[in-house]
């Protein structure tokens, strides 16, 4: 009987100790999942714009762009060409043409960065390329009418991003891509 005895003695002690280690052990994978969460929640932000007005009076395959098309490219310098300032852009992706070019040209050369030129004929590698080797920073793509629809749905998961028509040279897409969660999408004109 007096065994009975020593032995409920020492249950009630032990449990509380017990009870407490896996408490710890918990707590400290709670401390490590939030750390890690907070550590990775970054969201990288891509403004994806069409090229700016391309003069159509020259019969060139590499239309230059118009006095109209210099200045919207001067004033995407004016909105995002503060070099020191915060929220500057980490990167410049634009197409292999020269209307592309030219649209980030001046905003590239405030920067003090070179475009990036991207096919733009795969959408998907694009998005992939931006998202992997800029996780967290703010891009600007420049592309074209057919393109830009095609990059801003990749990048949002939006379905049916209305097309951009012939002359619509003003809409700006700004795409905050999360790394946990969905993307939040906003479309202005410039």
Known sequence: MKRDHISFQRRPFLTPIWLMGIAAVLTLG???????IWA?????????IRHAEKDLSISAT???LTAAGEAR??????MFGASGSLGRLDAIYVSPALRSRLTAAPL????HISETVAPADDTKALVRRVLREHAGGRI????HSDTVPEIVGALSGVPNIPEIGDQEYDTMYIVTVPRIGHANLLRLSY
């Open 108 to 111: 590239a050369a405030a920067l």
């Open 73 to 78: 490219a001067a004033l995407l310098t004016k």
């Open 30 to 36: 709670f401390v490590i999942a939030t750390s890690w």
């Open 62 to 64: 590499e239309p230059p």
């Open 140 to 143: 600007l793509v420049v592309g």
């Open 40 to 48: 990775t929640a970054g969201s990288t932000t891509v403004i994806v």
